[in-house]
């Protein structure tokens, strides 16, 4: 069992690469065309890209909550497959304003913070079933989350550049 310092740490540790990878992406999106196309073969924009991220943190927030509240993992109910929860999501977000995407985004990483220190320590000690169909640990969810973020605002940087 992880003592109170080691959990603290690990959390701070989750914490900091969320905020660094999230630090990169407010620096990419300053200033920059919402409807700027990032993937040419799909037609995504910025936009697009940024409701993209919002919907895995919003399904990540909800797994951390989960085991808060209900000492259980979440998965997504139908999710059939990556392809097709994320054209649902994009069919269900394109038309939001991009500066209401951006706030979400905002508020939905901070809620993250909080629940990630709400969660009970021996989740952090399990391999647990993420949300989508995979397993790992509760840290290593949460650093896909930073990944995830950061290959996508690569991208976006490469679109600019371009």
């Not at 999501?89 to 991009?98: A, I, L, M």
Request: no cysteine; proline share 5%.
């Amino acid at each position: 069992m992880t003592d109170h310092g080691d959990h603290e740490n690990q959390i701070t540790g989750i914490i900091d690469r969320l905020d660094h990878a999230r630090a990169e992406t407010r620096r990419v999106l300053d200033g920059i065309d919402p409807d700027l196309i990032v993937h040419p073969v799909t037609g995504w924009r910025v936009k697009d890209v940024i409701g993209h991220i919002l919907v895995w943190e919003e399904e990540a927030l909800r797994s951390l909550r989960a085991l808060h509240q209900d000492d259980q993992p979440y998965a997504i109910p139908d999710f059939g497959s990556f392809d097709t929860y994320n054209q649902r999501d994009y069919d269900r977000r394109r038309e939001e304003p991009f500066e209401q995407l951006v706030a979400a985004l905002e508020q939905v990483r901070e809620d993250i913070k909080v629940a990630l220190r709400a969660v009970p320590a021996r989740w952090f000690e399990v391999e647990l079933r993420f949300p989508w169909p995979d397993m790992g640990t509760l840290e290593h969810m949460m650093l896909i989350m930073a990944y995830h973020e950061r290959g996508h605002i690569i991208e976006i940087a490469r679109a600019v550049e371009n």
